[in-house]
């Protein structure tokens, strides 16, 4: 029989724990009150957690950091059924990472650091090794997302973030489940400034990051508010930042800050000052939102190359993917057709608390590209992520089972309920929904659902797109209960009224849902506009009202959008 004390965890909240601490999760680590404090409370399991794995041996570095961070009785915790999944390192990986972060012993980190590590390297609930194997990530204590990649080529073991390898999975204790790791994760508590300030390898871009003030920007992670309902909103800010290093910067003969304002000044065309074109040039390298190099390469179809709208007004650059390409840094090549530059691997994918840092072999400055096939996924806002569970936001692979999240209060959607509401009760006015495997063509494997009713509407800002004439195509899912819409057997098949920058011209009137051409679920494309024409290279404003009464009346009547594709006409 194994006795111990429960303790009251004396641990303090910071702006990043509070946002994952909410009031439903108020037994995690809960630092006011404890129900078992003076009392000796007995099982005759086995021990908790941090016991178990003082107990166990072969874990004295994490014991030792969990005592250290005053974290040893907040893993021992099991009041009101709190469970825990532990990813803990073995005193080898343990020793390691303290070489990897040029320290001798655990006690040369703050005890704040200490207290990151640990939440970073614990999830809420207790994961059995036949879920875990199934899942592509799991968020931890800190709020962040962990992702987890089988090893094919190693029986039994994982690898979580690309950093860290579970060499043993599920090991059981009273109040969770304990994985061993060979490799520790690095906790994230660096921001997408921090991780290009530090080593001193990017003066250049720190001073320019300094001098137009993205560096406060880019050290922000996240922010609350009250809005005009006295509620509190959280908002997470996510970045990717494009690294230009000071050799890179020295390979076009840019040796500082100055010389850096004076290669702009020279290439300017338009007049702009020299701050504007610092700042131009700045958010040039900046997106606002995180992104892997894969994801920054990939796209729905065919097509092998992708514009992205970066942080500075107007402007675009393209990421080319050449499939054949045997070389890591020869796959993707930034802005290929003007001043091209390419991903350096092994700095690239760095991940920071708030988004991540891709450096690159080229200065990039900024250029127009070409027209370029634009694929504009209507839920890839910063604001919708906020408030999707970061292990379903835009999943790797179709999901087991339909996740659906309210995102009506995202500021990215502008809307209106029609007065005579809806009877469809499945979702709710705007809602995310992950698509499950019959639905694989999604991109991203999710959808945007409107349930507006009739003459509801909503609006929207599209990515930068360069001036051009475009066909233009909507990705729809299609429901059995859908089939109503298709067959135009209740109401006009879903009839809508949608238009660009709310111009006459750019006016069209659409159903379709009546285009679809089988009636079994599944995705498909419609065409919205045949030929339509941006004359300036700009985000616009995309727009659509519901004209059909039956999304009123009818309980199954909702539009379930995916993605709008811009393809270029010559």
């Known amino acids: 029989m194994n006795i111990y004390n429960h303790f009251k965890t004396s641990i303090l909240s910071i702006a990043v724990a509070a946002t994952m601490l909410t009031a439903c999760d108020k037994d995690v680590f809960d630092i006011n009150t404890d129900p078992f404090k003076d009392e000796t409370y007995t099982t005759t399991l086995t021990s908790p957690i941090a016991s178990f794995l003082e107990e166990a041996g072969g874990y004295g570095e994490y014991v030792k950091l969990l005592r250290y961070s005053n974290m040893f009785n907040a893993l021992n915790q099991s009041s009101s059924g709190t469970s825990f999944t532990a990813f803990v390192p073995n005193d080898d990986a343990m020793r390691e990472f303290y070489r990897r972060r040029g320290v001798d012993s655990l006690y040369q980190f703050s005890k704040e650091y200490a207290r990151q590590f640990v939440l970073y ?10 879920s875990f194997v199934q899942k592509k990530s799991v968020q931890n204590l800190s709020g962040d997302a962990i992702s987890i990649r089988i090893d094919s080529t190693h029986a039994g073991q994982a690898v979580l973030n690309e950093e860290g390898r579970v060499v043993e999975m599920g090991l059981s204790a009273y109040n969770g489940k304990v994985y061993v790791l060979s490799s520790a994760m690095t906790p994230l508590v660096e921001t997408v400034y921090d991780r290009v300030a530090q080593g001193g390898a990017s003066n250049i871009m720190v001073q320019a990051l300094q001098a137009t003030g993205w560096d406060k920007k880019l050290n922000v992670v996240v922010d609350t508010v009250v809005n005009a309902n006295r509620e509190k909103v959280i908002t997470h800010y996510y970045y990717t930042l494009f690294n230009v290093s000071d050799a890179t910067f020295a390979k076009a003969g840019i040796g500082s800050l100055e010389q850096l304002r004076t290669s702009l000044r020279n290439a300017d065309q338009g007049g702009l000052s020299d701050d504007s074109l610092l700042r131009e040039y700045v958010g040039y390298h900046i997106l606002a939102n995180q992104y892997k190099t894969s994801e920054l390469g990939a796209m729905m179809g065919s097509d092998v190359t992708r514009i992205w709208s970066s942080s500075a007004n107007n402007q675009v650059f393209t990421v080319t993917y050449d499939s054949l390409a045997t070389e890591e840094a020869d796959k993707y090549v930034v802005n290929a057709m003007g001043v091209p530059a390419k991903f350096i691997p092994n700095k690239s994918n760095v991940l920071a608390k708030n988004g991540y840092v891709h450096e690159v072999d080229g200065w990039m400055p900024v250029w127009e590209p070409k027209q370029t096939a634009v694929l504009w996924d209507l839920a890839d806002y910063t604001e919708v992520k906020n408030l999707v569970d970061a292990e379903f936001y835009q999943p790797s692979e179709p999901t087991a089972s339909e996740q659906r999240f309210r995102i009506a209060t995202a500021a990215c959607y502008e809307y209106e309920m029609g007065e005579s509401g809806t009877k469809n009760r499945n979702y709710s006015d705007i809602d995310y929904v992950t698509c499950r495997s019959n639905m694989k063509g ?20 599209t990515p930068t797109i360069v001036r051009g004439k475009y066909k233009v195509e909507l990705t729809i899912v299609f429901m059995t209960g859908n089939n109503f819409m298709r067959q135009q057997s209740d109401g006009n098949g879903g009839l809508l009224k949608m238009t660009f920058d709310d111009s006459d011209k750019n006016t069209i009137f659409t159903a379709p849902y009546t285009k679809v051409p089988s009636a079994l679920p599944g995705v498909y494309t419609s065409t919205l506009y045949e030929e339509i024409e941006f004359e300036e290279t700009a985000s616009h404003s995309f727009s659509f009202v519901v004209l059909d009464p039956a999304a009123s009346t009818n309980s199954n009547f909702s539009l379930q959008f995916d993605c709008i594709k811009f393809t270029p006409i010559e």
Request: a positive charge; hydrophobic letters at 35%.
């Open 121 to 130: 390297h614990t999830v809420k609930d207790s994961i059995l090794p036949e």
């Open 442 to 461: 999604a991109n991203n494997y999710d959808r945007v659902v409107f349930n507006l009713g009739y003459m509801g509407k909503v609006s929207m800002r």
